[in-house]
């Protein structure tokens, strides 16, 4: 293939011909001696005090642990933070001269280590290769992320998965991407006869299965109730051997999109009770209820028919289930597990389940669109078999060209072309289906280097890549047709034309891939769910709590970005995206329904702006208890951008107590006290402290809950109820000596002290996000060149998401 | 000399522009072992902690006074060894509970900026055997694919939890059909990795150096990916052994931890008896939902983080006392259970321990480590005292050498442990 020579290269290359002459490293030690020698040594001359000792410092910037070590050093030096207050002030000129001879080397070490190209190769993520199989083969969305779960999991290095220094490739990937292909390509070419779509109707008042359960004297059995039109069911067993569609005799025989209709009514409700539905697999007797694919308010007895699709492969079924059902005072819902226990006569709230209707697969065109995009030039026949018009390796090639196009995104070159379509001969030869044969060359572009990688030449972007780029950040997947029209016809990388192409971008659904995917990381959002809060301290939890909690994440971002609202509003805004559950949880009134919607919150509310959202206070607790530490530090890093060091060798995490008698507060004080800490719990826990107004689950509180104990009840250990605690304080003083009460107070101090360190850290994250690299100290002067150009707006989203991508760094490779 | 465990010992050679590989000069292929006795290992690992008061006996030597929960494998005591003081430095991670992604590896700052983790003590022992086996490793998970498994490119090695799955891929051989398409499968697949190698060569060509350093590590890649095919074609015409077992049926629900260990632990023996693999790494992981045992009623997690609380540290230990009697039972079988050479637990090192020597803290130090088997002389509690902890990665040191490696060092290590 023919490369142009690299542009940045040169130019990299000029910069270095034309600096004044190489810094040698005897110019950091000069500049910085007198200073360290005055200034710095007194503490930072052994390990004993602090984790650093410059005297030990490597001079060797080319060494990346030496590198960070001095930018932080840089850092800390910059902001003045150090020497610490209270000591004798170095002579100013001293620190200058010392500051700019870092900022010198560490800029130059900085560029070394790229050698002109701040991204090398990068690879797609196990999401964007669901995302790009999705789109490349329209294939249904569950299909990608199962093809995306089947890949090794990405390294956690600390940053965005995206960023290709820290992307692993191994023998494993490459096994997998083989595997991977194969089943795409086993979802995408469908031949032959049209499946037979078929309705299956389960009417649960007239089912024999539930006949005999209704009445069981097993355990397990007697909890749902039979009347003359409909079944109904009073718990939530999570995983359900009663009414999911296998045990009414429905079997899936073809993968495909099949639509779910369910009629149901509330049963002796007095308040709006939910009916869920799950896509599950059976293990044995019972069904794992393992995703829920729709969840709807019934009110009032009056039945309510709704209507789903989801993509079902054989050995799935479909469970409904229920929520939101209140329970009469003094009832324990489950001892009519119990054998000798029947739910007959129980008066607590249900949901009457008449039928349920599982029609499909639902094929509006056959053979499928996928097969027919992929197999470009192939006829079919009228009972959907292959029909071909030339030779067969003919029309292998015509695929490998126009298959391969979409999928490198770029054209291929001649010898692409002839080695991909040579991989089908030898079956050929061996007279092998053309089915079989296409599928060799198909699955060599599914895990060629062209498609795993992002195409790269060094320097600026050309239109094509820039279509790549872009499409990769804000979609999360290939480029669309347009996109890709815009830069077949070099307009791309005009600014209007690449700032239209964002706006539309943005305003498509896929853009939704975008926020969960960064919000998910930059926010950990992904984490939210990696503990299960204690069920006797926080009994109101439960799954649909935590999915909207995530979403009122997901959808808070995604509006503060399509309203170009300012940063502001992250930190403190006057609405947030609520359902009924969320909004109980919330105490926000006459919020009715399952939708997520936006709501203004009432003036006296504690919540507004990322930090009072559960979905933070959740992912940032233990599901138990709440520590400051954690919490002031994902402040600290993931909203200021300055996270503190890890703690010394040696030093371990207090010892939570649930027993009420002392507060983390109390046991924290003690820590703070000793010097060693204090220089780091100064800035770590203020923050932590205004966020103990919210407890593991996000609830406000004014006391912490402390464990009732349990107790024996009819032969099973039974969790007795919480009890009221100690009272929290969420009062703290800054390092810089605001005090504030609570997160309200916080949060003013954080609008009025720190915009621009959260709209600058912000800045970094969405490009680092979006150019696949860390923004290293070479990079920092773009980021302040986009921060300049917003900052009079006080920095609305999607402007900043605007500069980012018109900016040299998201431009050039 | 200090010879340093080197994962990546075959350099790449550019030679004009053209990535070339080295032979490997190890591992892989029929190898001359019938002389040498067979060595395996099994690492388990309870990813939630082992409260301390019930784990860790307070005086040491042989004559050391069992705690609660080793009176429940006291039986075996002459077959162990307990340590205390071990762990790995710096393992802070980004969230609490990173110290289980690093117990194998001893990467140091798990997650954090610039972390990348390294190949952990079975992938090592893995590599080494290679395909001497039908399967390099087995890697299994209760609840997730997560595992504490990493390649030398600290790629994680997803676990497997269907025990059911386990059993078809390991003992029920496939139909005439089923073993042609496999074939054909890997025969097919065999021509794309030439084609791939090939991209890969010639993009290198005219990329830049940074760009040339991924297309490399990506043809290293495809070239291992096609020699495990080859070792794995080789094994598809080879029958399977067969054992006199009925397959096990997965038990479906999460919350019946203590059934999914058992029946992961059930097929350890197989494994190494039938030498369908000599390395097994178990990791025994958060299930994230209340464990279905008698009297408890909050999630192992929410336990584990008990507060000091009284009934839940009650709760915690009655939990954790079935997953040390579960770890008795596999010890019972693997002594009771021989091949040719002897009792499977006299050529197995068993490391049975966590990543967490106080999970209620989160604190990665002091860590709970059983070493059971693998010829070593057992029977003492063996503390390591004066403040600080030695690293864990000593006895690692001592676990690969025990499987015939010639290493001195691996990870944070400063030397071999031993003991008597």
Redesign the interface.
């Known amino acids: 293939?023919?490369?142009t020579i690299?542009p940045l290269?040169l130019l990299t290359l000029v910069t270095i011909v034309m600096a004044p002459r190489a810094l040698a490293l005897s110019d950091l030690e000069s500049a910085v001696e007198a200073l360290f020698s005055t200034s710095c040594h007194a503490c930072h001359s052994n390990t004993i005090i602090t984790s650093l000792d410059l005297t030990q410092l490597d001079y060797d910037l080319a060494n990346?642990?030496a590198f960070?070590t001095w930018a932080k050093v840089f850092g800390r030096l910059e902001r003045g933070e150090m020497p610490p207050a209270g000591t004798p002030r170095p002579d100013a000129k001293v620190v200058a001269h010392a500051l700019a001879t870092m900022e010198k080397a560490l800029t130059k070490a900085n560029l070394d280590a790229?050698?002109?190209?701040r991204t090398?190769?990068r690879?797609l993520t196990r999401l964007e290769y669901g995302n790009t199989l999705n789109d490349l083969l329209s294939l249904d969305e569950d299909i990608g992320h199962k093809l995306a779960?089947s890949l090794?999991?990405e390294?956690?290095?600390?940053?965005f998965d995206t960023v290709?220094v820290?992307q692993?490739?191994?023998?494993?990937?490459?096994?997998s991407y083989?595997q991977a292909a194969?089943r795409a390509l086993d979802e995408a070419i469908k031949t032959g006869p049209r499946p037979t779509s078929s309705a299956y109707r389960i009417d649960y008042a007239t089912s024999q299965y539930l006949a005999v359960m209704h009445d069981a004297p097993i355990l397990g059995g007697g909890i749902t109730k039979g009347l003359d039109d409909a079944a109904v069911m009073f718990i939530d067993t999570g995983?359900t051997y009663l009414m999911h569609s296998d045990s009414e005799g429905f079997r899936v025989t073809q993968p495909g999109i099949y639509r779910v209709t369910i009629e149901a009514y509330a049963y002796q409700a007095k308040t709006p009770v939910t009916l869920t539905v799950y896509r599950g697999?059976k293990?044995?007797v019972?069904a794992?209820l393992s995703e829920l694919i729709g969840s709807f308010d019934l009110v009032g007895d009056e039945p309510r028919t709704v209507s789903m699709t989801t993509y079902l492969k054989p050995g799935e079924l479909i469970g409904p289930s229920v929520a939101d059902l209140e329970i009469p005072e003094g009832v324990f819902t489950n001892q009519f597990f119990l054998p000798d226990q029947n739910i007959k006569d129980y008066a607590g709230e249900g949901i009457a389940i008449k039928t349920m209707t599982i029609e499909g697969p639902l094929t509006d065109q056959w053979p499928p669109a996928s097969t027919r995009a992929l197999l470009a030039g192939v006829q079919f026949s009228a009972d959907g078999e292959i029909e071909l018009t030339k030779s067969a390796i003919a029309h292998i090639e015509e695929i490998v060209i126009q298959f391969g196009e979409r999928a490198f995104r770029r054209p291929l070159n001649a010898?692409?072309i002839e080695?991909?379509t040579r991989?089908a001969l030898?079956?050929l030869a061996d007279e092998r289906p053309f089915a079989e044969a296409v599928?060799?060359p198909l699955?060599?572009i599914l895990?060629?280097?062209?498609f795993?990688?992002h195409d790269?030449t060094?320097g600026l972007l050309n239109d094509r890549q820039l279509a790549t780029r872009l499409s990769y950040f804000l979609w999360r997947s290939m480029p669309d047709a347009e996109l890709i029209e815009a830069a077949e016809q070099g307009q791309l990388s005009q600014p209007a034309v690449l700032a239209a192409h964002v706006e539309r971008l943005l305003e498509d659904s896929k853009s939704d891939r975008f926020v969960k995917d960064f919000a998910g990381q930059a926010y950990r959002l992904y984490?939210l769910?990696?503990?299960?809060?204690?069920?006797?301290l926080y009994p109101e939890y439960d799954d649909r709590l935590g999915h909207a909690m995530q979403s009122e994440t997901e959808l808070f971002f995604r509006e503060l970005i399509r309203q170009n609202m300012s940063i502001d509003q992250l930190i403190d805004a006057d609405f947030t995206f609520l359902n009924r559950r969320l909004a109980e949880h919330y105490d926000v009134p006459a919020v009715k329904g399952q939708q997520m919607r936006k709501v203004v919150l009432p003036t006296d509310s504690p919540r507004g702006g990322l930090l009072t959202q559960a979905s933070i206070h959740k992912l940032t607790a233990?599901?138990?208890?709440t520590s400051p530490v954690?919490r002031g530090n994902f402040v600290l890093a993931s909203v200021l951008g300055k996270?503190a060091p890890?703690?010394p060798?040696?030093v371990?995490?207090?010892?939570?107590?649930?027993?009420g008698t002392t507060t983390i507060r109390e046991q924290l004080a003690a820590h703070r006290e000793s010097p060693i800490c204090a220089g780091c719990h100064r800035k770590i826990d203020p923050p932590g402290f205004a966020l103990e107004s919210f407890d593991p689950i996000g609830g406000y509180r004014e006391r912490y809950r402390v464990?009732g104990?349990?107790m024996m009840y009819d032969g099973y250990?039974?969790?007795l109820p919480y009890r009221e605690g100690l009272p929290v304080d969420a009062s703290g003083v800054t390092p810089e000596g605001w005090a504030f009460d609570g997160m309200r107070d916080y949060k003013d101090l954080l609008l009025e002290h720190d915009l621009d360190q959260v709209a600058r850290h912000l800045t970094s994250q969405l490009m680092s996000f979006a150019t696949g690299a860390d923004i290293g100290f070479a990079d920092r002067g773009a980021i302040e060149q986009i921060l300049a150009e917003v900052e009079g707006d006080r920095y609305p989203l999607k402007s900043l998401i605007q500069e980012v991508v018109a900016s040299d760094l998201f431009r050039s490779q | 000399m200090n010879k340093r465990y080197s994962p990546n010992r075959r350099t790449f050679l550019r030679a004009s522009g053209v990535a070339v590989a080295l032979p490997l000069l190890e591992s892989i292929g029929p190898r001359a072992l019938a002389a040498a006795p067979v060595r395996r290992m099994v690492n388990i690992c309870c990813t939630l902690g082992l409260y301390k008061d019930s784990w860790m006996p307070t005086t040491t030597g042989a004559d050391y006074a069992a705690t609660e929960y080793l009176e429940i494998i006291n039986a075996h005591r002459d077959r162990y060894t307990l340590f205390s003081g071990l762990s790995h430095?710096?393992q802070?991670?980004?969230?609490?509970?990173?110290s289980e992604?690093t117990w194998l590896t001893s990467t140091r700052?798990?997650?954090?900026?610039?972390?990348?983790?390294t190949i952990s003590i079975d992938q090592a022992a893995a590599n080494h055997l290679g395909y001497t086996t039908r399967f390099p490793s087995f890697v299994l998970g209760t609840a997730t694919?997560?595992s504490q498994s990493y390649?030398d490119?600290?790629?994680?090695?997803?676990a497997e939890t269907s025990p059911a799955a386990l059993f078809k891929k390991l003992f029920i051989k496939g139909t005439p059909e089923e073993i042609a398409r496999e074939t054909q499968?890997l025969a097919?697949?065999g021509?794309?990795?030439d084609?791939?190698k090939?991209?890969?060569a010639?993009?290198s060509r005219?990329?830049?150096?940074?760009?040339a350093?991924?297309?490399e590590?990506?043809f290293e890649?495809?070239r291992?990916?096609e020699?495990?095919?080859a070792e794995v074609a080789k094994w598809t015409d080879k029958p399977k052994p067969q054992v006199n077992e009925v397959p096990p049926?997965?038990?479906?629900?999460k919350a019946d931890l203590i059934g999914r260990v058992r029946l992961l632990f059930k097929l350890i023996p197989l494994i190494l008896q039938t030498d369908s693999s000599r390395v097994v790494n178990v990791m025994i992981q958060?299930h994230?939902?209340?464990p279905q045992v008698?009297?408890?009623?909050?999630?192992l997690?929410?336990l584990s983080?008990?507060?000091?609380?009284a009934?839940?540290i009650t709760q915690l230990r009655t939990v954790e006392k079935e997953l040390v009697r579960l770890f008795g039972d596999l010890m019972t079988e693997l002594t009771a259970t021989s091949d040719a050479q002897g009792p499977l637990i006299d050529q197995t090192a068993v490391l049975f321990g966590s990543n967490l020597g106080?999970a209620?803290?989160?604190?990665a130090?002091d860590l709970p480590i059983l070493v059971a088997g693998g010829g070593f002389a057992h029977g003492k509690h063996i503390a390591h005292e004066g403040g600080?902890d030695d690293p864990l990665c000593n006895l690692f040191v001592t676990l690969l050498r025990s499987m015939g490696m010639e290493v001195d060092a691996f990870g944070q290590s400063t030397g071999a442990l031993r003991w008597s």
């Open positions: 293939m023919r490369r690299q290269a990346p642990q960070r790229r050698r002109g190209q090398p190769l690879r779960a090794p999991a390294a956690d290095s600390g940053g290709a820290k692993g490739i191994s023998a494993f990937h490459i096994r083989l194969d995983s697999n293990q044995g019972t794992q010898e692409e080695e991909f991989l030898p079956l599928r060799v699955r060599a895990s060629s280097p062209s795993l990688y790269s060094g984490e769910k990696a503990t299960s809060p204690d069920s006797s233990n599901g138990t208890t954690p996270p890890p703690p060798p040696n371990s995490g207090l010892e939570p107590d649930t027993r464990s104990g349990e250990m039974v969790a | 430095e710096e802070t991670g980004r969230q609490a509970h990173n992604i700052h798990p997650g954090l900026d610039g972390f990348q983790n694919p997560q390649t490119n600290g790629v994680m090695v997803p499968r097919d697949g021509s794309v990795l084609n791939l090939s991209q890969a010639r993009q005219s990329a830049s150096a940074p760009d350093e991924k297309l590590a990506y890649a495809v291992r990916a020699r495990e095919l049926i997965d038990v479906p629900d958060d994230g939902v209340v008698p009297g408890v009623t909050s999630d997690h929410s983080h008990h507060g000091q609380d009934a839940k106080n209620s803290s989160h604190a130090k600080h």
